[in-house]
C-alpha cells in the first residue's frame, strides 16, 4: 500500500521483502487513493477492495505485460555453429543459422521453420546451444481507420457539449438530462473527441454491454481510437487482455461495465456514466457491495475531470443533487430525429375484456399499427410461460421446496423453475396431491408469444427474454431480425427497455404495470416510472409518431395518472416530496445488515444481538429485525436489519464504532451476513 523508512511493528514481527513484482505500481496513487477511500465509505477490507479493481488472472500471478517466449543462440552454440556442427541434423543446423541473425520470438520461429522447429530446439537447449527468455511483446498498434463524420448537432445537443467542453481540465459532475433518442450519445462522442484532441482518456461506463452492442459500436467508429472494453461476459484471459491495453495507456477510451470504474486509466479526460439510474450500477451481493457510479463521481472529483451522468430517468438521488446545486443541468428536450414525443394512455382492465393478458384495445390498436407496416412492441417484465402451476381440483400450487416462491411454468423446456434459487424439474401432468390435471396460471413472455402468434396468425413474433438470448451473439441476431423489419412484433422483458433504437417501432403495450405499484421498497415507484419511460422511449424514434398503453387494474393510481400528466419530472417532483416527508434518501442516509441462515431463528437471533450493541447510540435509528419478503431463498432464511441516520458523517461514525462489535459476535459466526452501504434494494 505504501512505502515506510520506520514502522512501529516490533521487529521480530516484520517479514522481508522477497520480490518487487512491478516496477510500476499497478494501481497509481489515484486510484490508490479511489479504493481507500471506497474501503473506508462502504466499511470493507482494503485488500478485498483492491482484489475487486483487478482482474484476477493479476492476482494469480500474470504478468503486467503481455510476454512471449523468445529464443536466442548462446556463445557455445556460436562456436558449434562455427564448427559446422551438429552436421547430421538439418533442422537443428537450421534453427541453429536462424538464431545466429538475431533473437527469433516463438511465432517468428513457427513462421520460417514450420512447426517442427520445437522438436530441432529440444536437443539444441540440451546442450546449451540455445535458450530462451519471455520478454515483453512488442506491442502492434492497431491502425484505427478514419473516424466517421457524426451528425452535425442541433442547439440543445450543442449547448451541453460546450459546457462540457469548457468543463474538462477540473472537477464538475454534469447531468445530461435527455428524454429518450434525443441524442445524448452523440453528445457523450462529442465530449470524448475533445478529451481525446487534448491528449486525454475517456473512460465510459453502460449498464450491460450484452444488450447494448450498438453503443459499443457507435463508440469504436465514431472515435476510432483505440478502446479497451471490460465487462464480466469477458473470459479470465479477456479480462487481462483488456486490462494490460488500459493500464498501459495503449487504449484512448475505456469502455465498460460496473467494474470498469476501477480500471487503470491514467491521463484520465472525461467520465461518462451512461443510464446513471441503472440498478445495475451497484453491486449488491458478494463482499464489496458498492455504487459505481457513485465512485464515477469520486473517482473523476480525485482526477480533477468533469463527469457526465445520462439518463432519460434520473435517479431520485441525482435529481436531489441537482436542486441542491451539486450537479448541473444538461437538458435535451426534443427527440434528435424531430420525432414527436410517443402519446402515453391507460387502459383500464377492469373494464375491458382481456384474452392471455392482452385487453381488447391493446389488441385493436395492434392490428391497426400492423396493418400500417408498423412494428409493435410488448413489454411485460415476467419470462416464462406462466407463473404459477396449479391444480383445480384440490388447489395445489407447485412451490419451490427451497424458497418461499412459486416455480414458473416453462413449457417449451416441459419444466418447471424457481427464478430464485435455479431449481429445476419436470412439468408434472397431473397432481402430485390428488391426481387431478393441472394447469398454468397467469402469463409470461412464453405464453404471450403463443397468444400473439394465435391472435395474429403468420405475423412473425421475436422475443426478447434470458431464456431466448443466452449469449451476445443471439441477441444480435434477434435484433437484427426486428432491425430488419422481419420481425414485426416483439415480446419482451426488461432486455427490451435498454438504449435500443429500432425506428419502425411505433406502438408499446406495457401488459401488467401493477407489480411495482404497492411494494413495500420505496424505491419500487421510481423504478416502475423509470421501466415505463424507458419502454415507451422505444416508440415512435422515427418518421411516424408512437403510441404507448399501459394496462392496468388501477388507472387511479396518482404514479400514474402524474407520469402520464407530467411526464418523469412531474412523477419525479412528487416523488422527492415523498422522500422528504418520509425522511427517506436522499433525505436520509442508509445502512443494511443482512444476515441469512439455515433457520429464521438464527438469522433473527444474529441481528437481534446485532442492534442491542447499539442501544443508545446517538444519531441514528435502527429498524428492524425483520425478515425478508420472501424470507426463504436457496434454502436459507434471510432477514434484514437497517441503520438510518439523517446524515453521513453520524452515519459512518456509528457504523465504525458498531461494527468491529458485530464482528465479534459469536452469533455473527453463524450466519452469513455483510453491509450494504446505500441499499438501493430493500426486502
Ligand atoms: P439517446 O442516447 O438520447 O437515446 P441517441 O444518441 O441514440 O439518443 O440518438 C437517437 C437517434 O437520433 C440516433 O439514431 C441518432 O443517430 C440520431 N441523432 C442524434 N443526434 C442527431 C442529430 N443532431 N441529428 C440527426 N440525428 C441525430
Ligand atoms: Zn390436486
Ligand atoms: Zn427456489
Redesign the pocket.
Given at each position: 500500500m505504501s512505502c515506510a523508512e520506520r514502522s512501529d511493528v516490533p521487529e521480530e514481527k516484520l517479514k522481508s521483502v522477497l520480490d518487487v513484482l512491478d516496477e510500476r505500481p499497478i494501481v497509481d496513487s489515484a486510484l490508490l487513493q479511489l479504493l481507500q477511500w471506497a474501503a473506508g465509505y462502504y466499511h470493507h477490507p482494503i485488500g478485498e477492495v483492491v482484489a475487486s479493481a483487478l482482474p484476477t488472472a493479476l492476482r494469480t500471478g500474470a504478468s503486467t505485460q503481455a510476454s512471449e517466449e523468445c529464443w536466442r543462440i548462446t556463445s557455445a552454440g556460436e562456436q558449434a555453429c562455427a564448427r559446422g556442427e551438429p552436421s547430421r541434423a538439418p533442422k537443428q543446423r537450421q534453427l541453429l543459422q536462424e538464431l545466429r541473425t538475431g533473437p527469433r520470438a516463438t511465432h517468428e520461429l513457427r513462421e520460417r521453420l514450420g512447426e517442427s522447429w520445437r522438436a530441432a530446439a529440444r536437443p539444441l537447449s540440451v546442450r546449451g546451444w540455445i535458450e530462451s527468455a519471455l520478454v515483453s511483446a512488442r506491442d502492434v498498434p492497431d491502425i484505427p481507420s478514419a473516424p466517421q463524420p457524426?451528425?452535425?448537432?442541433?442547439d440543445e445537443?450543442q449547448a451541453a457539449a460546450d459546457a462540457i467542453q469548457s468543463g474538462l481540465g477540473r472537477f464538475g459532475a454534469f447531468v445530461l438530462q435527455?428524454?429518450?433518442?434525443?441524442?445524448?450519445?452523440?453528445?457523450?462522442?462529442r465530449a470524448a473527441q475533445r478529451a481525446l484532441a487534448e491528449g486525454r482518456t475517456a473512460l465510459v461506463l453502460v449498464p450491460e454491454i450484452g444488450l447494448t452492442p450498438?453503443?459499443v459500436g457507435?463508440f469504436r467508429e465514431r472515435l476510432a481510437a483505440p478502446m479497451a472494453v471490460l465487462h464480466s461476459g469477458l473470459t479470465e484471459r479477456e479480462q487481462l487482455v483488456a486490462w494490460r491495453e488500459a493500464f498501459s495507456g495503449r487504449a484512448r477510451v475505456v469502455l465498460g461495465t460496473r467494474s470498469a470504474v476501477f480500471a487503470p486509466v491514467s491521463n484520465l479526460g472525461i467520465i461518462i456514466v451512461?443510464e446513471e439510474h441503472d440498478a445495475s450500477y451497484k453491486q449488491h451481493d458478494g463482499g464489496f457491495r458498492y455504487s459505481a457510479r457513485d465512485l464515477a463521481v469520486m473517482r473523476a472529483r480525485g482526477a480533477d475531470v468533469p463527469i457526465v451522468l445520462?439518463s432519460?430517468t434520473p435517479a431520485i438521488e441525482t435529481l436531489h443533487n441537482l436542486e441542491s446545486g451539486r450537479y448541473s443541468r444538461l437538458r435535451?428536450t426534443r427527440?434528435?430525429?424531430?420525432?414527436a414525443p410517443p402519446r402515453l394512455s391507460l387502459i383500464d382492465l377492469r373494464a375491458h375484456a382481456q384474452s392471455g393478458g392482452l385487453s381488447t384495445p391493446a389488441v385493436q390498436a395492434m392490428a391497426e399499427h400492423l396493418a400500417a407496416g408498423a412494428q409493435v412492441l410488448v413489454f411485460l417484465n415476467r419470462r416464462g410461460y406462466a407463473p404459477t402451476l396449479l391444480c383445480t381440483a384440490c388447489g395445489w400450487i407447485a412451490p419451490c421446496a427451497e424458497c418461499d416462491a412459486r416455480l414458473t411454468v416453462h413449457l417449451a423446456a416441459r419444466a418447471l423453475r424457481c427464478h430464485h434459487c435455479g431449481a429445476d424439474a419436470p412439468l408434472p401432468r397431473r397432481c402430485p396431491q390428488c391426481g387431478f390435471a393441472v394447469k398454468p396460471v397467469g402469463q409470461g413472455t412464453e405464453r404471450v408469444e403463443e397468444t400473439l402468434t394465435r391472435i395474429f396468425p403468420g405475423v412473425p413474433v421475436v422475443r426478447l427474454d434470458r431464456d431466448v438470448i443466452r449469449r451476445p451473439g443471439e441477441l444480435e441476431r434477434a435484433m437484427h431480425r426486428i432491425a430488419s423489419g422481419e420481425g414485426r412484433i416483439v415480446i419482451g422483458t426488461q432486455m427490451v427497455t435498454k438504449?435500443h433504437?429500432f425506428?419502425n417501432v411505433t406502438l408499446v403495450v406495457v401488459l401488467n404495470a401493477d407489480q411495482g405499484l404497492f411494494s413495500a421498497d420505496f424505491r419500487a415507484p421510481e423504478r416502475l416510472a423509470q421501466t415505463i419511460v424507458q419502454v415507451a422511449?422505444r416508440s415512435g424514434?422515427g418518421e411516424r409518431p408512437g403510441e404507448v398503453l399501459v394496462q392496468t387494474e388501477f388507472p387511479e393510481h396518482p404514479l400514474l395518472t402524474g407520469l402520464l400528466a407530467e411526464g418523469y419530472e412531474g412523477f419525479a417532483r412528487t416523488a422527492l416530496a415523498e422522500r422528504r416527508a418520509a425522511a427517506w434518501p436522499p433525505f436520509s442516509r442508509l445502512a443494511a445488515v443482512r444476515g441469512s441462515a439455515r433457520t429464521a431463528e438464527a438469522a433473527l437471533a444474529f441481528l437481534t444481538e446485532a442492534r442491542a450493541l447499539a442501544e443508545g447510540a446517538h444519531g441514528v435509528h435502527l429498524l428492524g429485525p425483520v425478515p425478508a419478503a420472501m424470507a426463504k431463498r436457496a434454502g436459507r432464511h434471510h432477514a434484514q436489519l437497517l441503520i438510518e441516520s439523517r446524515e453521513r458523517g453520524g452515519l459512518h461514525r456509528f457504523l465504525e464504532a458498531w461494527l468491529p462489535r458485530v464482528q465479534s459476535l459469536p452469533s455473527a459466526r453463524r450466519v452469513r451476513w455483510a453491509l450494504d452501504v446505500d441499499p438501493i434494494e430493500l426486502f
Open positions: 457524426g451528425p452535425p448537432l442541433n445537443q435527455g428524454v429518450t433518442g434525443s441524442g445524448k450519445t452523440e453528445v457523450y462522442l450498438q453503443l457507435r451512461d445520462g432519460a435535451l427527440r434528435a430525429t424531430r420525432a438504449g433504437d425506428p422511449g424514434r
